[in-house]
């Protein structure tokens, strides 16, 4: 039975973190909630000498666990910031021909923030968004 709930809840976890849709903070909360639940189980699962299935369900539940509190907090930045400017709608105006500065201006002008990984940047390159656009995103985070 337990190894079933670990099979399941790690399915959940890989489904969650593997999603382009995830928000960064469900992302980082399933993470580290995953290896905190990890250690947890793992030293709870020792004292009945099941030390791989106690880290199993550990991660899988703290998994669970941290990304739904991430998720929690990207929805609550998402509705302070209604009027942010996707991603996607970044690389929609980049390959309709909008100007950088238009874009730019836009970004500016709803406050949108983009904390954005190495393989974002690149599917932003790939899409035809301009570096000028991108470093303008990457300082976004700074602020």
């Known amino acids: 039975m337990q190894k079933i709930l670990a099979f399941l809840l790690s399915i959940c976890f890989m489904a969650m973190t593997g999603?382009?849709?995830?928000?960064?903070?469900?992302?980082?909360?399933?993470?580290?909630?995953?290896?905190?639940?990890?250690?947890?189980?793992?030293?709870?699962?020792?004292?009945?000498?099941?030390?791989?299935?106690?880290a199993a369900i550990g991660s899988a539940v703290g998994a669970l666990g941290g990304a739904l509190i991430g998720r929690r907090i990207d929805r609550k930045q998402s509705a302070?910031?209604?009027?942010?400017?996707?991603?996607n709608s970044i690389i929609e105006m980049s390959q309709a021909g909008t100007a950088d500065a238009l874009i730019i201006d836009r970004i500016k002008d709803t406050n949108s923030k983009y904390p954005l990984t190495a393989e974002v940047i690149e599917y932003l390159r790939e899409n035809g968004v301009?570096?000028?656009?991108?470093?303008?995103?990457?300082?976004?985070?700074?602020?």
């Open 19 to 54: 999603c382009e849709s995830v928000g960064e903070n469900t992302q980082r909360g399933a993470v580290g909630g995953g290896l905190i639940g990890a250690a947890a189980g793992g030293v709870i699962g020792h004292q009945s000498g099941e030390t791989g299935e106690g």
């Open 80 to 87: 302070v910031n209604s009027d942010h400017v996707s991603i």
């Open 130 to 143: 301009s570096d000028r656009v991108i470093n303008h995103m990457l300082d976004t985070a700074q602020e």
